[in-house]
């Protein structure tokens, strides 16, 4: 069974920080690029991040790059999103995916449709 478990959500101050964590399992990792993705309240579901099966490649939205770092430990399972900088607009529930490939906009192709229930951060100003 798959599971993506997403953790590492909270309150922030504006300005600050927080690591998220996509904990998975169920499939062979590490054949798999993952993404972060978000959703505001209100809004779609849009891409913020992701990373290429064996790490070496990374995509970002334009909202995310500078300030946002993907990276992954397929040793562990696990993908992680260190966010800086954060603002008022980085408010939303984010979430883990697989899919088969990354591109540099941080979208990611062939998503397969399994879902974590989403990690919950606030930013506030």
């Known amino acids: 069974e798959v599971q993506l478990v997403e953790s590492g959500g909270g309150l922030v101050q504006a300005g600050g920080s927080l690591r998220l964590s996509c904990a998975a399992s169920?499939?062979?990792?590490?054949?798999?690029?993952i993404g972060w993705f978000r959703q505001a309240p209100g809004k779609e579901r849009v891409a913020a991040s992701c990373i290429s099966g064996r790490g070496g490649a990374t995509g970002y939205a334009d909202a995310v790059k500078g300030r946002f770092a993907i990276s992954r430990d397929n040793a562990k399972n696990t993908v992680y999103l260190q966010m800086n900088s954060l603002n008022a607009e980085d408010t939303a529930v984010y979430f883990c995916a697989a899919g088969r490939y990354c591109v540099p906009s941080g979208l990611l192709l062939g998503k397969r449709d399994y879902w974590g229930q989403g990690t919950q951060v606030s930013v506030s100003a």
């Open positions: 169920g499939f062979t990792f590490d054949d798999y690029a």
